[in-house]
């Protein structure tokens, strides 16, 4: 295990009705925010009309910024940095999931910068102010309600990246399980994969005696492979939401990367698929995951039969480790796809004349290298692309 | 799950040397503080000097007091309030294990308390201030150097009572796993009983739908019953000492009770056993726990039948539920004896002349009851004492 500070200030209010009490986590910060949301259907469903009157029951005062697409744009940020700039906006309140989060975290490092926001993503500047975030989760996935990151498009030039800082913690995440009963049965897969993906970048790990953050991410794990069926079965399984939807948040809330160097690589080449083609990004991870640990899986073979064994009950062979690490990855991929994802980039309509050119934009010419399990050059980013086909 | 509010401040400085930073923790809350600690050991194994050392180089005064026991006494915590109070103290630094930091919490709360800070731990006040506490651990066992509790001993009528406040959350706690290397075999036995028993009181709970923080209790008990006899076996196993160590901390501090009610029946039954007797806690609940267990574990055999199968590994009589739960206790029984602890009153020199005493000052002569997973009357409490024997 390495050393490590660990120091999560979020705030979790999880529970029914919980959003009631949004205006009174806000009280202390400010009086004058900026509401930010997405396409409009917190209007249809009620939420939008009781957190207006949780923030005016508190005399909070705001100015709205609709609008946030899935993986989030630059564009958009850029408007809401200027709308707090000019009306003295101190907080931004994220009603959505995690591209809202993402963008209002945007906002928020934008609106305390002379410069352009984007600076941030491509590693010009580093973070040294934020106004405070608070949030409302209503899609369980990214995880972003309780973490220090933020991934925003460039709409010109189709660049997606991320940006890392603990100014990014929001002060306070509102959770309440039935606010996701709405999600289409695509959206639970895909912020499942996600969930997912999260936890499975941090088990591949090179680090050695981690044993306590293994057990909780295969805790973390079986909760979501146990309750996404039971989801997509009773979409207003409040208890099964419950589950997913804390299991999210810890996925993703730094508990379990503690000690230890987690992977990321899957990210990273998600990113260059979605920063193109414009798929969600749990669908894209849905066809990368499987396909890097098909590339991968040789690089630490016990790794892997941990991982087919615990997470996945795989029967163990104990002669033939490679035989049960090819059957938990195969368990992966059966899971993925029993809850409605794709897992081969054929089946988004991705064809294979843009791989070189994602392999090469990722590696920014094979100048990098992506991933810590095993550092993928440009060669190894196109064959895992290859594999995903 | 119920719902919840879950906000853990408490920064976590993990890994080898990381006392060398404690100088820079405290500078931004304080110039003058208390360093609070035990018997005397940190001055003979250096761990003192390179505290002090690190004050120094903030330019951090200090007063020292030392002489914590096990089952820390108000008498000492008395001692400590007059001391902050007529010197201008403004931080407690607790150097040592659970009855140290317990010490310096109580102090904290004494500090800024113009009445008598035992008010707190009868009941009689509910905590409005405390002065900031910082912990360097040595000895991985009651998790207070993350959590909200303080138990403390009144010296002269032999009651152990507890304290709970958001404000007793340290604002650091430094985890060096090395510190715990010179520990006693017994003490690492009795500190592993109540790692085990803090996982324990939160698994067994009547809430429902609790299967995420199921998973993660049982991810906890699993590292420290897979490290424990590692470290017996070899004291200076840095890599095993680091999974129990951290465990340890996070079998405490909330995370794992939440949406849930844990039950805290035992620990209440062994607070008599240790008022009295003077034994360790961790002791008392290695001998309290399984009788515990088989006093209740018909309230709902399908909880004791999984903490059977998931925790212990036990071959499930699908036929036979309480033959499965039974064996389940047999299994921590022989955990606890393998780890060199007694599970008999009688293993600890304890007769059965005192038992009716305790159970009728642990209820208030039988007008409260103890645990929430089944409500101890005084005749039940005598029960399980009598299963102890």
Known sequence: MQSFEFNNPTKIIFGLDQENKVGKEIAPYSRKILLHYGGGSIKMNGLYDRVV??????????????GVQP???????????????????????????????????????????????????????TPAAALPVGTILTIPAAGSESST???????????????????????????NPALAFSLPKYQIGCGATDILAHLMERYFTNVEHVEF?????????????HNVPKILDNHTDYDAWAEVMW???IAHNNLLNQGRVG???????????????????????????????KYVHKHDLDRFVQFAVRVFNVEQDFKDKEETALRGIRALEEFLMRIGMQVRLSGLGILDDRLHEM???GTQNDTITLGNFVPLGEKDV??????AI
Chains 1, 2 share one sequence.
């Open 53 to 66: 009157a949780a923030l005016k029951d508190e005399g909070i005062e705001f100015v709205e910024l609709g």
């Open 71 to 125: 993986n989030p744009r630059l564009s958009l940020v850029r408007e809401g940095v200027d709308i707090c700039k000019a009306q003295g906006l101190s907080f931004v309140l994220a009603v959505g999931g995690g591209s809202v989060i993402d963008s209002a975290k945007a906002i928020a490092l934008g609106a305390l910068y002379e410069g352009d926001v984007w600076d941030f993503y491509t590693g010009k500047e």
């Open 149 to 175: 990151g933020s991934v925003i498009t460039n709409d010109d030039g189709q660049w997606k990246r991320p940006v890392n800082s603990d100014l990014l913690y929001p002060k306070f995440s509102i959770l």
């Open 213 to 225: 953050t293994d057990r909780l991410i295969e805790a973390t794990m079986k909760t979501v492979l």
């Open 247 to 249: 299991a999210g948040t």
């Open 263 to 293: 992977d990321w690589g899957s990210h990273d080449i998600e990113h260059e698929i979605s920063g193109i083609y414009d798929v969600a990004h749990g669908a894209g991870l849905a066809v990368v995951f499987p396909a890097w640990m």
């Open 359 to 361: 392999a090469r934009k």
């Open 382 to 387: 196109y064959e895992i692309l290859r594999l």
